[in-house]
């Protein structure tokens, strides 16, 4: 990514053109095979001259889908800078690599959305006398991105037409007329506290745990291996304070450390030639080009040298409007994925900052996000590691910048995480959340000699000078914090948390080398600013991304399914039925539980799917001046078995039944879509969620909702085809500082 400056206008102005045209469209490849007599097991497949299609590795290709008795399919999507994509099809088993048919003749050729040849057929030799010939049908369409990521659904003949079909992927109506009052049996005559149900134990309450002590726990320093008895001194520091509470002894402990003097550098020894970050009171460098991939809520970013400023300003009207939607972040992911990595590489976040600034909220929020979206990320947080080394408790002066012994036993701990978490990305991982001060170039520069060669750096500062906001964080930091966890005077450790605040903003620098992202007073959720330098690749971009959007405003969701469906008291999955007696029923009880817990947010806003069940349970609720339809929460394409019982499906389609109950989260529909599909055409509604400073009720649909549910419970995504999600109940999370809670009501 290069560089801009801008401020964000009014995201309500982004039209569906300009969401084409900053898009670009992309380019819909549909493959099609046609063969009455199949040979043995051997299936079709694709590859070809991109990663996506194994990159004419023969292992790698892409399996076609059986569509029917005679016809394969593929279909993937080429990013709309694509220039030329060759490949062929081949014929093989499907779970092994002999024998490997090669398609006869030259490689077929896709050059600027346009397909090279006219061969309608392709053969593939056995022998000289035993050849095969399929049928081929090759379609390329240009469409938008938010179509790719929607759902398409196919509806039966005899399925009652929908009421509310023929609307745009996102669509805003007025509320509903205030006289339409709910009928005395759909009351809730009892407090709402009544309705209460017990949450699954795996469920999103963390709102009483430290955010630190819910990151990675630190392999060097457990007492398997590193960690060993001795009889002489350890390196433990002893500046705490005498409490005279019983703690367990960690002075018998040796760590085996990297030798943090190898790694130490100069203070501006690493420095970034193309830095040049500028806001209002520095001076902007040469123009160069950018590309930025806009989606909802995406803030408009100019051009500008390789940095970039976003300031964010919310007047009254932006503050809670609903911006178009825009973009489709699935197809940029498969295009990205087409494309290949930029570089064999894996992506260190490094947090810098200030303590009380937020640091652990944002990167707790940003590795809930990455693993959502399939990315292997873990947290380390460094203080969790200089805890169990060198105990609690350790006094403001353990943390000034004058003071060797504590600076080298800081640096020490942070080498070791550091070690630990390239040691975790060399077996596997992805993406590493490195949560510490990171406050001097020194320490910066030592974490780049220890990531040279091995992962990519990106600092992530956040700055903040709302002294209300810092007041609040202090408060929390002394409550929570195992830090102060043996303190039993709220003042004293009030008192000694100033302290050394005081002493890490004596010797703080700012970030001006590298790679960095700055995030400048944007944690209140009033604006703020956000300073890009060096930024590229479409994770990094997405990462920019969710960060503009993000903030700490407390706020409810509250999610619920739509009211009991005609179809689901049929036991059939799919369709646009309408709700049943009960159903309707539900919407009333809802309606009257809406209206007494929301009572003071009347700017909350109703969001719906465009399937009329969703869309009829909300139609009670009044007094709320915004109810918005998503198209992208509509419920999993079933594909050709949409309308059908699962116990047809098993009947007519054993080998479609035994597939989904061996991987539900990875098996597609026929013509359908998968629980992966269903996430990665959520992520738009989830940036949209993060950027709410209201409540927001979301009416939607299972698949949906455990999608939903998924990411801000954090659960793996093994487990999201099999959470609960109830009918007529609604699940409410809060989102705020202090973390995640959850409480369910059941209607009934």
Partial sequence: MGTGASKNPDSSSHGSDD???????????????????????????????????????????????????SMWELSFVVPPNHETLDFKFLLKPKYGNIPCILEEGSNRQLTGGALGGDRRSAMFKFSSDDVLEYKVFIKADRVSPFDLAASWRTYQDNFQPSSVRGIPDVSMNSAPDASNENESSASLELDIEHYVVPAPATSANSGLVYAANMTETPRSLSRVGLFSKTDGSSGALHHQKDTGVDRPDLTGMQVIVPDTAKYSLAPGLVESKSFGAFSSMQKQEGHRGLFVDRGVGSPRLMKSASSFTVDLKLDSESKNSMPAAAGAVAA???????????????????L??????????????????????????????????????????????????????????????????????????????????????????????????????????????TLCNDRKIIERNIRLKVQQSPDYAEEPDFEAGYHDFKVRLENYEKFYEPVEEGSYIKMIDMVSGHGGQIQVNNISGYLPGRIVFFLVNTHLTPRPILLTRHGESR?????????????????????????????????????????????????????????????????????????????????????????????????????RYPRGESYLDVIQRLEPVIIELERQRAPVVVISHQAVLRALYAYFADRPLKEIAHIEMPLHTIIEIQMGVTGLQEKRYKLM
Wanted: aromatic content about 8%; glycine content about 8%; some cysteine.
């Fill in 352 to 461: 810098v900052g200030l303590p009380a600034r937020g640091k652990t909220f944002t990167a707790a929020k940003l590795t809930r996000y990455l693993r959502w979206l399939g990315h292997d990320t873990k947290h380390f947080n460094v203080g969790k590691y200089r805890r169990l080394k060198h105990g609690v408790n350790q006094s403001a002066d353990f943390f000034r910048g004058d003071n060797p012994e504590g600076l080298e036993a800081r640096n020490e701990v942070a080498a070791l995480a550091m070690e630990d978490m390239i040691s975790w990305m060399q077996e596997g991982g992805q993406v590493g959340i490195f949560d510490a001060t990171n406050s001097t170039r020194v320490r910066r520069n030592m974490l780049m000699k220890m990531a040279e060669g091995r992962c990519k750096i990106i600092f992530l500062e």
């Fill in 19 to 69: 969401r084409e045209d900053q898009a670009g469209g992309q380019l819909y490849v549909s493959l099609k095979m046609e063969n009455y007599n199949p040979k043995g097991d051997l299936i079709p497949h694709v590859y070809g001259s991109v990663p996506l299609v194994g990159s004419w590795d023969p292992s790698r290709a892409l399996s076609m889908e059986r569509e029917s008795a």
């Fill in 332 to 350: 940029g992911a498969v295009a990205d994925q087409m494309l290949g990595p930029k570089e064999d590489r894996h992506l260190a976040i490094v």
């Fill in 567 to 667: 179809d689901n008291v049929r036991g059939r999955i799919g369709g646009d039925s309408m709700i049943s007696d009960s159903g309707e029923l539900y919407s009333k009880k809802l309606a009257n539980f809406v209206e007494k817990r929301l009572k003071n947010e009347k700017a909350a806003s109703i969001w719906t799917s465009t399937l009329q069940r969703t869309v009829l349970t909300a139609s009670p609720i009044v007094g709320f001046p915004k109810v918005i339809q998503w198209r992208a929460l509509d419920e999993i394409n079933a594909g050709v078995c949409d309308g059908m019982s699962y116990e047809e499906i098993k009947k007519n389609m054993p080998e479609e039944y035994k597939s989904r109950k061996k991987d539900k989260l990875r098996y």
